[in-house]
């Protein structure tokens, strides 16, 4: 079982549903759903054992020292289906034809009686001498319905391994330092970049140990180098190049969305920094680009209020906002 914590960022999927961990007690365990944003309770002495029988599937977390940084998998990493050798692609394809054999069909994954009849009539039609057991095909199907990309996570483990590049313990603090150094920027430069500083810092350092008579540093390639920087907390790059409320609306999304039934069920309100700048009618001087408060209807559509500002989204932004969906829209019609 991979391990885990109990702490922000963990993802479970149980009831057929995910759900977000929010707040503990000493007895019980919070959660939020994804989709639909209820709160579900779990009594933590149910929790684990719920976990060991897989009704409770861990599906995201990772504890660093710092941070809780989430998708630790190995086939969270960006893979290309047309870049897999033909036997595993020929694999995927295989393990697609049951998956979605078996959806069509309308059989849930928790159904292994019938999954286990209707693999015979799959593997007939794919002419599969050693058709796959029921557990292994529950498997896939759980992997398909809770994966953010069913595609890849269906993919064969060893499609992408690759022998990594290792380096000693004194060449990786190098590495990781200039890491922090050229790339982990407010001055957001490129890897490219970040890379050509890292080999001119490790060449000169390698001339300095050459002189002192120590052991030279070994580099790495530029693939390395980026794989190195994927591998990173994205919460604590996000903050030293682009500044923590950045980071805060980056990663602070909440999935899924509340239904609407009828007009003025639900409404959706937000703040953009608009793509125009003000020039004064008389001075003709630039003063800058307005901030733009809207307020939407979700079922219709339809924008009920706006309210435009120099300032960024606030309290005055949204009053201003909904004080003009309130009232009278007839003069856009006698424009």
């Not at 759903?33 to 933590?44: A, C, F, P, T, V």
């Not at 409770?56 to 660093?64: A, R």
């Not at 928790?110 to 498997?139: E, M, Y």
Request: aromatic letters at 10%; proline letters at 4%.
């Amino acid at each position: 079982m991979q391990k885990f914590q109990i702490s922000m960022g963990l993802v479970i999927f149980t009831d057929n549903e995910e759900y977000e961990y929010t707040d503990r007690s000493d007895t019980e365990i919070y959660f939020r759903s994804l989709n639909s944003g209820k709160r579900k309770i779990i009594q933590e002495p149910d929790f684990w054992p719920g976990v060991q029988r897989g009704s409770i599937v861990v599906l995201h977390s990772k504890v660093t020292d710092k941070i809780v940084e989430t998708k630790f998998s190995d086939q969270s990493k960006s893979k290309f289906i047309s870049e897999l050798a033909p036997k595993y692609f020929t694999d995927l394809q295989r393990r697609l034809h049951y998956v979605s054999g078996l959806i069509k069909e309308g059989i849930s994954r928790g159904c292994r009686k019938s999954i286990a009849s209707f693999i015979t009539k799959l593997s007939s039609s794919l002419n599969d001498t050693k058709p796959p057991a029921a557990s292994t095909v529950q498997t896939w199907m759980r992997q398909y319905e809770t994966s953010d990309d069913p595609n890849v996570f269906l993919i064969n483990g060893n499609s992408f391994r690759a022998k990594p590049e290792r380096i000693d313990t004194e060449s990786e603090l190098f590495l990781q330092n200039q890491i922090q150094l050229h790339y982990a920027s407010i001055t957001r430069p490129s890897i490219t970049t970040a890379y050509k500083a890292y080999r001119n810092d490790l060449k000169q350092e390698n001339l300095r140990r050459e002189r002192d008579e120590v052991g030279l540093l070994h580099p790495v390639s530029e693939k390395t180098f980026y794989n190195r920087i994927k591998d990173l907390p994205q919460k604590e790059l996000l903050i030293a190049r682009e500044g923590y409320e950045v980071a805060r609306k980056v990663l602070k999304v909440s999935k899924g969305s509340l239904p609407a039934d009828y007009p003025l069920d639900v409404v959706e309100i937000d703040h953009t920094l608009m793509n125009l700048y003000v020039v004064d009618d008389q001075s003709f001087l630039p003063l800058g680009r307005p901030w733009i408060t809207a307020i939407k209807d979700r079922y219709s559509n339809i924008l009920l209020g706006f309210y435009i500002s120099f300032h960024a989204g606030g309290l005055k932004s949204i009053f201003g906002a909904i004080k003009h969906s309130l009232n009278s829209h007839q003069r856009a019609y006698e424009m």
